[in-house]
């Protein structure tokens, strides 16, 4: 799926110099995604086992989707707890790869617990959206927002990877894994991430006719 990611950042490049700094956060994570994505499968052909890889690009992930929450969102109280929530977010991910999980398996709780935390994020955002007076009294329709599509795209693969995430290593225990019981799970992943990346393409579009 990365290469679809690399053709996403197209339109991201040809207009990042229109692109507000929440977009260009979004941009970040995309090229973070793409780095994810190849450096995830270049280590599995190397090195066989790439969870510590995977594990440690996700909390990437989350710090650059914090910054950018941080951005959208305007309750200051929020954004303060943003960037707080970095640091105890990183000491039990810690916690999770030395002690309750271990470093060559999918850390499924500290996964779980960024992935909730980005859904509540997306949340607020979504409240502040229908409750922001000044959108009504400009008459301007959330739906033609760039952020509320990017918001979108974040929202529907978390939620979609949230359950998987939390019960990976209690389905690991109760069934036997065969060689192409991965599939299903890939199946998961991949299409929550295309649903993204559409929602973030119609996104980049906002923003081309926002300034057209």
């Given at each position: 799926?990365?290469g679809?990611?690399?053709l996403?950042?197209?339109?991201?490049?040809?207009h990042?110099?229109?692109?507000?700094?929440?977009?260009?956060?979004?941009?970040?994570?995309?090229?973070?995604?793409?780095?994810?994505?190849?450096?995830s499968?270049?280590?599995?052909?190397?090195?066989?086992?790439?969870?510590?890889?995977?594990?440690?690009?996700?909390?990437?992930?989350?710090?650059?989707?914090?910054?950018?929450?941080?951005?959208?969102?305007?309750?200051?109280?929020?954004?303060?707890?943003?960037?707080?929530?970095?640091?105890?977010?990183?000491?039990?991910?810690?916690?999770?790869?030395?002690?309750?999980?271990?470093?060559?398996?999918?850390?499924?709780?500290?996964?779980?617990?960024?992935?909730?935390i980005?859904m509540?994020?997306?949340?607020?955002f979504?409240?502040?959206?229908?409750?922001?007076?000044?959108?009504?009294?400009?008459?301007?329709?959330i739906?033609?927002?760039?952020?509320?599509?990017?918001?979108?795209?974040?929202?529907?693969?978390?939620?979609?990877?949230?359950?998987?995430?939390l019960?990976?290593?209690?389905?690991?225990?109760s069934f036997t894994?065969?060689?192409?019981?991965?599939?299903?799970?890939?199946?998961?992943?991949?299409?929550?991430?295309?649903?993204?990346?559409?929602?973030l393409?119609?996104?980049?579009?906002?923003?081309?006719?926002?300034?057209?």
């Amino acid at each position: 799926m990365w290469g679809i990611e690399c053709l996403l950042l197209i339109p991201f490049i040809i207009h990042f110099g229109k692109l507000g700094k929440s977009g260009k956060w979004i941009f970040y994570f995309l090229i973070c995604s793409i780095i994810f994505a190849a450096g995830s499968k270049l280590i599995a052909q190397i090195w066989g086992n790439n969870l510590w890889f995977y594990n440690t690009m996700y909390f990437v992930a989350f710090v650059i989707l914090s910054f950018y929450f941080r951005e959208v969102i305007k309750y200051k109280t929020v954004r303060n707890i943003i960037m707080g929530m970095l640091f105890p977010v990183l000491a039990f991910i810690i916690l999770d790869y030395t002690k309750l999980e271990g470093p060559n398996v999918f850390n499924s709780y500290a996964i779980s617990a960024q992935t909730f935390i980005l859904m509540i994020y997306c949340t607020i955002f979504f409240w502040q959206l229908i409750r922001d007076e000044d959108l009504v009294r400009k008459s301007v329709f959330i739906n033609s927002l760039p952020d509320f599509w990017y918001n979108s795209g974040i929202f529907v693969f978390h939620s979609g990877f949230f359950l998987f995430s939390l019960a990976y290593n209690i389905l690991k225990l109760s069934f036997t894994i065969k060689g192409d019981s991965g599939l299903w799970t890939f199946a998961i992943t991949f299409g929550a991430g295309i649903i993204q990346l559409i929602l973030l393409f119609i996104g980049v579009l906002k923003v081309k006719k926002s300034h057209t």
